[in-house]
Every structure is written in C-alpha cells, then in structure tokens.
C-alpha cells in the first residue's frame, strides 16, 4: 500500500473543519463553542422516561467505522445508519486500553484505576464491589427492566460451585471440578440485571451458554476451536467446554436473543435499559459463511460487517417493537484494536486505528479513542457530529440526568453529564480534562488539545519496525511525551522539552485527580 496516503496525518486532514462527508454519508457540521453541532430548537420533547439501548463492541477500532474512515475496507451501513440519524463523537475515550476495567468504568461512571488496573482472569471473581452502585442499578430504581445480553467479562463467584475436592485450577481446570448445576452468584444478577444471556467471555472457559445464574449446559471436555480462525490465533484459553462448542455461532446467538428480548418488552408499562456487549470483533475472529469475502479487510473485516448487520437487527427490533421513537441508543467500543491490526494495514490497506496512533492496551490515542454514537429521536439532532472531548465514564451521569435520578456522592465519582452536548445548547466544555491508564503506574492525562504521555512511551502493544518507520515514529529522548492532537493527532511531534511549564502544570493536576479521589464536577470542593 501506499503508506503515504495512510499515514495518521494525511487520513485526519480529510477530516477537518466545516460540513464534512463521512463514509459517504453527508453530516452538515455547525459547530458551537463547546464542539458540538446544535440542533435546532430548545424544548425538552421527552416527558416520558427513554429506553435505552447501550451497545458495546469488543476490540473495534476507531477507523472501523466507514463514516469516520473514508478509506476504510469495511462496509458499516448500520453503524453509518446510526450515525447520521444521532451524533458521532470523534473525541471519544474508553477507561482502559483492555477489556475489564472499560466495562467496570462504563457501568460505574468511576476510572477503573482506582480500583485496579488488569482483566478479569480465567474463573476469577467479581471487580465490582457490592456497595458499588451501577448503572443497571440506578435504572431499576427509577422503575427499569434491566436485561444484559453478551459478553460480561466482570466476574463471578466461581468458588460457590467449586467441588470440596477441588484442587482450584483457573487456567486449565477438568470440567469435574465444577457442579455445574449450582447457580453462580455475583454475576450480572447481583449487580442491577434482571436477566443475563451470554457466554461470558468468548475466548474463556467455560465454553457453554449462561441463562441468569445457570449454565445452561454442563461442559463435558477440553476446549479445543471450532472453526480454527482463518485470521490472528482463537486465543482460547484451556478449560472446560460444552462438547460440538462452535465459535463462530455466538455472535448469531446472541443476536436472536436480544431481537427476542426487545420484542419481549413490547407493550409493557416499564421502561427497559438492555446493555448488549458483543463479543465481536475480539478474537476468535470467525465471520459465519454467509459473511465470509463481504469485506475487503480479510476475514477480521467480514466480521465487523457481520457485526454491523447485526446492530441493522437491533435497530429493526426496536421498529418492529413501536419503540424506536422513544429509545437512546449509544453504540461504543471497549478499547482500540488488537495487535492483528497491524499486518491488517499491510495486507489490506485497512486501518482499524484509523489516523491515530497505537492499538489496544496503549496509551497512544488509539488504544482508547473509539467509536461513539448516540441517537436519542426528538433529542439528538440527526447528522450532528460532535468533537468534545468526552469519555464512557460520562455514560452513568449522563444517563442519571435523562431519568432524573441524583446520584448519590459516593457513586459515579468521575462521570461528567453529557446532556447539553447531546442537546447542543452548551457554550462551554463539559470536560477539560482526561485521564488515560492501562497499566499500573502508566499514565497520560489530556487537558484541552493536548496530551502528556507521564511515560517514554505511550506503547504496550508491540510495532512491528517496517510500521514504526513508514509512520515516522522515532524514540523519544525525553522522560516523557506532549502532544498537540489539534495539530498532530497521530502523536509524532513530542513538544515536550519546549512546554516545561505547560508540562508541570498537567502533572499536577493527574495527581491531584489520582489523589482526590473523584473528579465529577459535582463533587468539586
């Protein structure tokens, strides 16, 4: 490929300031002076409480998205739907790098840092304390039916079904070690769903489908996948697993239960909140046959095509269901994409990362800048794109407002409320500020247009040299790096020995938000 037209500078350009074409779908931009284009009118037309529908990708980057990505191989005709029907966020920002500490920080509207730093392991318990109150939570008690289909990836109290003889295997356990016909407790269930349909994780044991707090199969052998990738490794973890176990009909099977789900709720009294994390397109990457060749980004594209349609049979339920009108939908992503990104450039030409720069677990912009849309009938300007700097953390606060529940001071501590962003009549920033962290003792924190890496590197996830090179990264002499992502959004000019003070004062107030505690502007002193 021509590594001049793909570089993170050149892609971004195509991108700038004023009304704008995405993907081919034309999104007229008027920006106010917060970021956020304003649509029209000022009244409040949701007297009722809004369903919500909150959907969660699984390893999609943030150029996966044809509407952001002009030159992407993918074709995402909903996700390009969903956008031009709400708002795409172009500064958008997961908790983490990974897995686990994203979703804590999107149920819980708190940095997931606080708490800890790393995923939640083969057959390990719950990261979310009991006392901690989610969003799943706070909807039921404003009278939600709450439902999570996917992928949890939290924890449970697997010790509760370990046999007394058991040796407490993790990471490669006999199937014999469990009484799979005991419930297993702080799950979904225990922290606000009313109901849970899943496979837990898809690459984890056990391998077999959960309905609530039962498997609703005991596994019986050894995990071995079936079909074996065409693309990147299964990355299975060894454990147990359900006999004739096939990777790639989870995603199918997911998405007929939430289609069943939303058609179950129709015509009830109660307002419902259904949190639907995919499993795609994390690995195992398995498009299903009828998928396969879809895409001109390999078989990892034809999954996240697969993937789109999928959000096309969710939005279609809701039609069907009579309650598309009185529905927010927020689509987002946990992290950047995997390492298999990388050869993906160079075989395809696709750029999963899109302009920016680093993948999943860095703290490079593209470890945890990601997709984020959000359409809202009645609230959300249709075609509005908004490039405020905002975060998952801010879902909870965010979603408080919409159904008028005051958070109480020990929740949510660092969620800021999106409202006036979504509503566009906001003259000022919600959030000045963003702390960016995978690793213990690895951080960056971004203040207005700029980025401190407090590291040599923003990189975890390793680059290969013939890409380090055709983007222009060099080593970095300094301690650390800063950046102006106005003007350099692929991080390639460090301006750190030039802003000596500029620097200082951003590390000052990371640890001061490390220290507080909390940084919602609710709770400012």
């Known amino acids: 490929m021509d590594t001049d037209n793909s570089s993170p500078r050149g892609l971004w350009n195509e991108m700038g300031p004023g009304p704008r074409v995405l993907g081919g779908i034309a999104l007229a931009l008027t920006l106010a002076p917060a970021g956020c284009a304003l649509p029209p009118g000022d009244q409040d037309p949701t007297p009722r409480l809004p369903n919500i529908v909150l959907i969660y990708a699984d390893d999609m980057g943030y150029g996966d998205l044809a509407i952001q990505n002009p030159e992407s191989r993918i074709p995402t005709p909903n996700l390009d739907r969903l956008a031009s029907e709400g708002m795409c966020f172009t500064d958008a920002h997961s908790s983490s790098g990974i897995c686990t500490p ?40 404003q009278g939600y039916v709450t439902g999570c289909i996917g992928k949890w990836h939290l924890g449970w109290d697997w010790d509760a079904i370990r046999r007394p003889e058991s040796p407490g295997t993790k990471l490669g356990a006999s199937p014999e070690e469990f009484d799979w016909s005991l419930a297993i407790p702080d799950g979904p269930l225990d922290h606000g769903f009313d109901s849970y349909f899943g496979d837990d994780v898809p690459n984890f044991p056990p391998y077999t489908w959960f309905r609530d707090e039962h498997v609703l199969a005991a596994p019986t052998v050894a995990f071995a996948p079936d079909p074996v990738p065409a693309e990147g490794a299964a990355e299975g973890r060894a454990g147990p697993m359900v006999e004739g176990w096939k990777l790639d009909a989870v995603m199918p099977r997911l998405t007929e239960e939430v289609v069943d789900w939303i058609h179950g709720q129709s015509g009830g009294e109660a307002p419902f909140f259904l949190y639907f994390p995919w499993t795609s397109p994390h690995a195992p990457i398995v498009p299903t046959e009828e998928w396969k060749g ?8 034809d999954f996240v095509a697969q993937s789109d349609a999928t959000l096309g049979r969710v939005l279609e339920a809701l039609e069907a269901a009579g309650v598309a009108d009185d529905t927010l939908v927020i689509f987002t992503s946990d992290n950047g994409p995997e390492h298999y990104a990388y050869p993906r450039v160079r075989n395809t030409g696709h750029r999963s990362m899109g302009p920016l720069r680093g993948l999943k677990r860095d703290i490079w912009e593209g470890g945890h800048r990601i997709p984020f849309l959000a359409r809202w009938p009645g609230v959300v300007a249709e075609g509005t794109v908004c490039e405020a700097l905002v975060s998952q953390v801010d879902v909870m606060a965010t979603i408080a407002t919409a159904v008028g529940f005051e958070l109480p001071d020990d929740s949510a501590e660092d969620s800021h409320d999106l409202t ?78 030039e802003n000596p003070d500029r620097v200082a004062q951003m590390r000052s107030l990371l640890q001061r938000i490390r220290e507080e505690g909390h940084s919602a502007p609710r709770l400012a002193d």
């Open 102 to 141: 994203s979703r804590y920080a999107l149920l819980t509207g708190r940095y997931h840092w606080r708490e800890f730093h790393g995923i939640v392991n083969v057959f390990e318990g719950s990261v979310i304390a009991p006392e901690r109150l989610t969003l799943p939570e706070m909807l039921k008690q």
């Open 294 to 301: 879809r895409s001109a980004a390999g078989p990892y594209g």
């Open 420 to 497: 006036p962003l979504l509503k566009g009549v906001l003259d000022t920033t919600i959030r000045d500020s963003l702390v960016h962290n995978t690793r213990k003792d690895h951080y960056a924190i971004r203040v207005g247009d700029w980025v401190l890496i407090d590291a040599k590197s923003g990189g975890i996830s390793r680059v290969p040299g013939w890409f380090a090179e055709a983007s222009g990264h060099v080593p970095n002499p300094h301690e650390a790096a800063l950046f102006n992502l106005r003007e350099d959004l692929g991080q390639l000019e460090n301006l750190f020995s």
